[in-house]
């Protein structure tokens, strides 16, 4: 390094250092916003979980997190048909041995339902469960306020085809391949789930819930009427995933895929959360409100999933 630009160097370090001050900022009060996380599913009931957005800055503990959920909301759902009032049920209540099969109802690992007292907002009226084809409107009411929303659940749209491929003819793992032919109609959405069936070194599940893997929502807006082939790697998992196996699958997985045709505004929700929660570490990136289809002020989303399933073997 030259001699002129080690100076600047070194006198650039000293005008930093030389002009430190403490600044105290005063951060404008946050006013929570109600958060909805809603779906209907083909051939299940409703599920509503309510909660309040939290600050930037604010606390993230158990107490927090559990004070977020929002309780004795009136949370109503019409199929233009019937209409019902939704229940709320929390996990603190739940009777001996049902905690697995709700974890999975709720899609949350089992191990939060004991962690945390997971509220929700459903129904056990079989006339409420989701219908192909159907529009299905969402009524909330609380604190005095009002939201609606209204979604659809659309018209399955299967893979052509699936399957397993290693990323090396040497390695044990790899990747799950599928081919997908989308329909000529502008406006097709979608969300990709995976689960492996069988046991881990401890007798239990490999994975208890089904689980999104990075990139798992998309629509159709840049290959509307075309046939195309992608990959997909591993849904994160606390179990099985060190080393090497990180975000792959393994010869001798069963592997479920569960792929979901949803509304064009619900997968672009869904994309765009998922792009923040990778970018949440990211010093340089900007915070932004996520798109909703919620009226009244709210935050979140309302959508409808029309599901088929794929199971393979990898080998």
């Known amino acids: 390094m030259r001699l002129n630009q080690i100076y600047i160097a070194l006198l650039a370090c ?44 604010g606390e993230t503990d158990i107490n927090s997190f559990e004070n977020s959920f929002v309780h004795d909301a009136v949370v109503i759902v019409s199929d233009g048909t019937t209409t019902d009032t939704l229940q709320e049920f929390c996990s603190s209540s739940l009777p001996p041995g049902t905690d697995t099969l ?35 409107s969402l009524r909330i009411e609380s604190e005095g306020n009002t939201y609606t929303s209204m979604t659809k659940i659309p018209n ?9 491929e290693g990323e090396a003819s040497s390695l044990p793992h790899g990747f799950v391949y599928a081919i997908l032919s989308d329909p000529d109609t502008l406006g097709n959405g979608y969300r990709w789930y995976d689960k492996r069936l069988n046991l881990a070194d401890d007798g239990f599940p490999k994975d208890f819930n089904f689980g999104l ?18 990959g997909v790697a591993r ?37 765009f959360a998922e792009t923040q929660a990778i970018n949440n570490g990211n010093p340089f990136s900007s915070p932004a409100n996520n798109p909703t289809n919620i009226e009244g002020g709210a935050l979140g989303v309302w959508t409808g999933y029309a599901v088929t399933y794929d199971t393979i073997v990898a080998q």
Not at 156 to 164: A, E, G, Q, Y
Not at 218 to 223: A, H, I, P, R, Y
Request: with cysteine.
């Open 14 to 57: 000293v005008t930093v250092f030389s002009c430190t001050k403490e600044i105290d900022l005063e951060l404008p009060e946050y006013e929570p916003k109600l958060v909805v996380d809603g779906t209907i599913e083909e051939g299940l009931p409703p599920i509503v979980l309510l909660t309040k957005s939290q600050a930037f800055f």
């Open 102 to 136: 709700v974890a999975q109802f709720l899609g949350v690992p089992v191990e939060a339902l004991a962690f945390a007292n997971i509220c929700a907002y459903t129904t056990l009226n079989q006339a409420m469960f989701g219908q192909l084809n159907t529009h299905y």
């Open 156 to 164: 399955r749209v299967p893979l052509d085809s699936v399957w397993f």
């Open 213 to 230: 893997p990075f990139g798992a929502s998309f629509f159709d807006e840049f290959f509307n009427a075309e046939t195309f082939e992608f």
């Open 235 to 271: 849904s994160d998992s606390d179990r099985d995933d060190e080393n090497d196996r990180e975000g792959f699958f393994r010869i001798g997985d069963t592997i479920v895929i569960k792929f979901c045709s949803v509304p064009y505004e619900s997968a672009e929700y869904y994309q």
